[in-house]
């Protein structure tokens, strides 16, 4: 995929150019409405809901942002998804690489089994799993706490790791670890010292795929955490909707900074989110 | 032979512990969902406990309820309109991003923030866009001159629904494109070369090369892209919350609602199970060909 591209005919350069204006107008089109969310977080509150709509902010302002950065619930719901998206991700993390390394170093009976697990995993509604879990959660007194949610979200990530996961720790040849054993290494410390290591590209891209599912994550923490002051971002869209009414800039500028952290991840790392998904192609 | 044991052991070791995991978080659940379903547990008998066992009780009274027929036509509906849209344009993404150009590498990995974003976020800003007066969807069409007055999207059933499934495709393509486009790159440059050579013009080559040499990959993306979006929630949720009278909602929140707006907590179980099966099915293809594909 790495190789330069050169065109040395001119028309295999027109052509080029031609290709690249259409990719552009895609783009452009295609993101527009990522440019909206923005265009309206800046925007007056007499612009945002006025009869005529503007493609640009006419008066740009940056008080949607400082309204909502002022806001004590918001900084609250800002923890709240900040905390249960790392735990969500920690908890995933210890049981996914773990059981993706026992999966692909370890021939063991009934394997096919395990993994037909993890993937019908991969079909269950959350739907399906609310009403059974949050019973549950009431009765372990888990509800408006950030476990239950990150408990669940988990169960999605889970299995997404041990399905990318697997592959990568295949392919690393087994003279790596034997030869950590000969220098003394016991089984779990030529796991983290050696095999991680040597998986860094997958370990980043399932690291961030579990945090993003875990600060995506809407159904879960809104059914288990009834409180508001324990909901996350997601989860409190429709109060701030309430609260501002039709202050669209507000409750854009709401969504612009959920959706911040997506952006940065993505501009960083998108190598490895890309990789992640085609591999593991699933997303839950 | 004792090294053998040992082994396996260390293997068992790395992997119980999720697998234990995912037994008690979704096993548990399960076993406890159909349970639920076949009894007549809500908010008053769940207090006291009196709940008893009524067969296929709530599954009867469902099939029976205009609701939720309606419900289950509108997940159909939702489905098979998304998965028509979201394929054919993310398949069309794919051709024209695998072509060898500049920027083909960087502006189809930027297409892709649209699936990582926040459902939510994503049904938020269909909301607004959508807004009958101040929304930028009837602005645009007015402009262009294929409205004469403002469309009344989210207040108005059908209109409605196209609107969930055109934010649903804006997620779904780059989900589309990305699988469609590792199956593209895998055809080797050579097979094309002697199709050209043999005469083949840019549709035969589409045809009887690209077609059958992807189609594993549209048979994935076709079967994962049916159960993601079956099995949809948050976009509904937050956009319409399954109105105008029910013609946005589908089984994932409708299911939701009987549970935790009625406290119908059998019955929502029980729908439930309804979307779970469906989704078993189309799995159940799905799992055998991975199977195929990992021998």
Redesign the interface.
């Known amino acids: ?1 790495k190789e330069k ?1 050169r065109f040395q005919s001119p028309k295999e350069r027109r ?2 150019i031609i ?2 204006l ?3 107008a ?2 452009i089109a ?2 527009f ?2 440019y ?2 923005l265009c ?1 977080s800046f925007k007056t509150d007499s612009e ?4 005529i ?1 503007t493609y640009y902010p006419h008066n740009f302002t940056v008080q949607p942002w400082i309204d909502n950065f002022k806001d004590k619930d918001f900084i609250a719901s800002l923890k709240n998804s900040t905390c249960i998206a790392l735990l969500s991700m920690c908890i995933s993390m ?3 690489v ?2 993706a ?3 692909g ?5 009934g ?1 096919k089994g ?23 959660f009431s009765k372990l007194h888990l509800l408006g706490t950030y476990i239950g949610p990150a ?2 979200i ?2 999605g990530s ?2 997404f790791i ?1 399905v990318t996961l697997r592959p990568y720790f295949k392919n690393v040849p087994t003279a790596l670890d034997d030869a950590a054993r000969i220098d003394g290494c016991n ?1 779990l410390q030529s ?1 983290v010292r050696i095999m991680i290591p040597a998986i860094k590209t997958g370990i980043i891209t399932v690291l961030v795929i579990s945090f ?1 599912n875990g ?2 994550d ?2 879960y923490s809104m ?1 288990f955490n009834v409180k508001p002051e324990m909901r996350p971002l ?1 989860a409190n ?2 109060r701030f ?1 309430n609260k501002y009414g039709t202050r ?1 800039n507000c ?2 500028a709401y ?1 612009a900074i ?2 911040l952290p ?2 940065i991840l ?1 501009v960083f790392l ?1 190598k490895y ?2 990789s992640g ?2 591999a593991g ?3 839950e | 032979m004792k090294n053998a044991t040992r ?2 052991l ?6 119980l ?3 234990i ?3 008690v ?6 076993i ?2 159909i349970v ?1 379903s076949l009894r007549n547990v809500n908010v008053k008998t ?1 207090a006291s406990g009196a709940d008893v066992f009524v067969g296929l009780e709530n599954f009867k009274t469902l099939f029976a309820d205009p609701t939720f027929r309606k419900v289950f036509k509108n997940t159909l509906v939702f489905t098979f309109g998304c998965l028509f849209f979201q394929f054919t344009i993310g398949f069309i ?1 794919a051709l ?2 695998s ?6 590498g960087p ?1 189809r ?14 049904a ?2 269909g909301k ?2 959508f807004d009958v ?4 969807i009837n ?1 645009l069409l007015m402009k262009l001159h294929l409205i004469q007055q403002p469309v009344e999207w989210l207040l108005k059933g059908n209109t409605a629904m196209g609107a969930v499934i055109f934010m649903n495709c ?1 997620v779904g ?1 780059p ?1 589309n494109m ?2 469609l486009t ?1 199956g593209l ?1 895998g055809i080797s440059t050579d097979i094309y070369e002697s199709a050209e050579v043999d005469g083949a013009n840019k549709w035969e080559k589409f045809i009887y090369i690209t077609l059958p040499l992807v189609r594993p990959a549209i048979v ?1 993306v076709l079967m ?1 892209g049916f ?2 979006t ?2 949809a ?2 976009l509904q ?2 956009m319409t919350s399954g109105g105008p009278l029910n013609a946005t909602d589908v ?3 409708y ?2 609602q009987l ?2 707006t009625q406290y119908e ?1 059998s019955k ?2 029980a ?3 309804i ?2 099966c469906c ?2 099915i189309v ?1 159940l293809f799905y ?1 055998r060909m ?1 199977a195929k594909e ?1 021998d």
């Open positions: 995929m591209i052509k080029n290709l690249c259409i990719a552009l895609l783009a295609f993101l409405p990522l909206w969310i309206m945002s809901f006025g009869k709509v210890v049981l996914g773990t059981a390394y026992g999966m170093r370890y021939k063991v009976p394997s395990f993994m037909l697990s993890f993937l019908v995993t991969q079909m269950l509604p959350a739907s399906l799993m609310l009403t059974p879990m949050y019973l549950i408990l669940a988990a169960s889970v299995p041990v089984v796991f993003l600060w995506n809407l159904a059914t997601t869209i429709y909707q669209w409750i854009m969504g959920l959706v997506v952006i993505f998108q989110i890309v998904m085609t192609a699933v997303k | 082994r396996k260390e293997g068992y070791m790395f992997i512990p999720a697998f995991y995912i037994l978080i979704l096993g548990y659940p399960l406890y969902n639920l769940f993404f024209f991003f072509q060898k150009f500049t920027l083909a502006i990995g930027l297409v892709l923030v649209a699936y990582m974003m926040p459902m939510s976020v994503t938020l800003l607004n866009m007066s101040s929304g930028v602005d804006w393509i989900f990305l699988l590792s790159t994935a994962l159960i993601y079956f099995k929630f948050d949720f937050v089984l994932g929140t299911a939701y549970s935790f907590f929502g179980s729908a439930a199970i979307l779970f989704l078993f799995g799992l991975i990992d």
